[in-house]
Structures are given as C-alpha cells and as structure tokens.
T-cell receptor
Framework: GAGVSQSPSNKVTEKGKDVELRCDPI?????LYWYRQSLGQGLEFLIY????????KSGLPSDRFSAERTGGSVSTLTIQRTQQEDSAVYLC?????????????FGPGTRLTVT | DQQVKQNSPSLSVQEGRISILNCDYT??????FLWYKKYPAEGPTFLIS?????DKNEDGRFTVFLNKSAKHLSLHIVPSQPGDSAVYFC??????????FGTGTSLTVIP
C-alpha cells in the first residue's frame, strides 16, 4: 500500500510569510509525528497525535508553530511569520500506535528554505 | 537536553568488514530502542529494534546489542556492503511518550 506522503517536497518562502506543510499518513495508522532536521542536526521532535487524544505539543519550538490532524488522518503543520532558523527538512511519520513495538514509517520530508 | 547521543558523526569501513555504530542514552526509563537508516532526500526507514528486556536482536546482517547498565547500544553490520552507505539514527522511547533520536552517524562502505 501507499506509504507516508508529504507535500510540498520543497518550499522556499520569504521571511515573515506563513507556510503550511501537509502529511498524509498510512491508512489506519493512529499515531502521527512531526520532526524537523536542521543541517547537521538529528531529528528534533515537534508534535505527535495519538488517536483522539490531545496532541503532545511539547516539542514545538515557539507559538509560531501549530499543527492539526483532521479526521484522524491528514495533518497540517503551520509555521507563522517564518524565520531563517526555521529552514530545515520537516519529516512526518506515522505508526499503528505509539505503544511499545510499533515502529514509525517516515515520509520523504519537506525541505523548507526561508530567505 | 540530548537524551540519545551518537558521538561519531561519521564512519568509514571497507566492504566485507564489520561496521559498528554506537549510541548512548541517559534516560533509564527508555524501554524500546530502534535503528533507522536514511538515504539522502528520503525519510528514515526502520531497520531493527530491541526491547529493553533483551540484550541482543539479530536480523540477517544486522545485529543490535543493548547494554542497559552502560546505557549503550550498538548496531553491527556484517558483512558491510556499499549499499549500506547511509546515515544511521538510533532512537529510543518509553511507552506513551515521544521518540528521541540521536544526531546520526554517516556510514561509508568503501568498495
């Protein structure tokens, strides 16, 4: 079946603009995660959704970042008033559940460049 | 606070030899550990995992070892192949919590 898809694959935006990044998880996966990877850095956790539970937003770096997951499926990560330090690859992953034993499946990522 | 650390940013190994990638963690509550492999311009793909109740898990050429007392895990690839050249991330989590990833080790297997 189809894997995790993300769009756009690349996004160049001017500082101060808002951007929306989209993630389509694997059908049936109840857990969805957002990460970002800055140049030379590891994967930085941003937010995760588990079923109908309130999302864990503990990784969001500022209030300019927000995410939604509609209908338990598609998720959108929104960055308002983008800054140059927001430039990174944003990765989405989904899994059957966040509990023990279920690995995450990653999308190809969205490369965001803020000029 | 980096709870999962990969202290070697890069590693080069001759084809056919063993590759050993290391990972250290600080949180004793972690009960599950995973290794991911990442090619350029692609998302990470799951490689192998180990539960904290085990000290070894093997899958073909890949073996993960866990030393809980040292809070250390390692990934062994033997024999190494050129197609194994990629960035390898270790990750850890405990039930109901987020995943924590290391910064990655770039492996180059020299033909």
């Amino acid at each position: 079946g189809a894997g995790v898809s993300q769009s756009p694959s690349n996004k160049v935006t001017e500082k101060g603009k808002d951007v929306e990044l989209r993630c389509d998880p694997i059908s049936g996966h109840t857990a969805l995660y957002w990460y970002r990877q800055s140049l030379g850095q590891g994967l930085e956790f941003l937010i995760y959704f588990q079923g109908n539970s309130a999302p864990d937003k503990s990784g969001l770096p500022s209030d300019r970042f927000s995410a939604e997951r509609t209908g338990g499926s598609v998720s959108t990560l929104t960055i308002q008033r983008t800054q140059q330090e927001d430039s990174a690859v944003y990765l989405c992953a989904s899994s059957l559940t966040s509990t023990l034993g279920y690995e995450q499946y990653f999308g190809p990522g969205t490369r965001l460049t803020v000029t | 606070d980096q709870q999962v650390k990969q202290n070697s940013p890069s590693l080069s190994v001759q084809e056919g030899r063993i590759s050993i990638l290391n990972c250290d963690y600080t949180n004793s509550m972690f009960d599950y550990f995973l290794w991911y492999k990442k090619y350029p311009a692609e998302g990470p793909t799951f490689l192998i995992s180990i539960s904290s109740i085990k000290d070894k898990n093997e899958d073909g050429r890949f073996t993960v070892f866990l030393n809980k007392s040292a809070k250390h895990l390692s990934l062994h690839i033997v024999p190494s192949q050129p197609g194994d050249s990629a960035v390898y991330f270790c990750a850890a989590f405990y039930t109901g919590n987020q995943f924590y990833f290391g910064t990655g080790t770039s492996l180059t297997v020299i033909p």
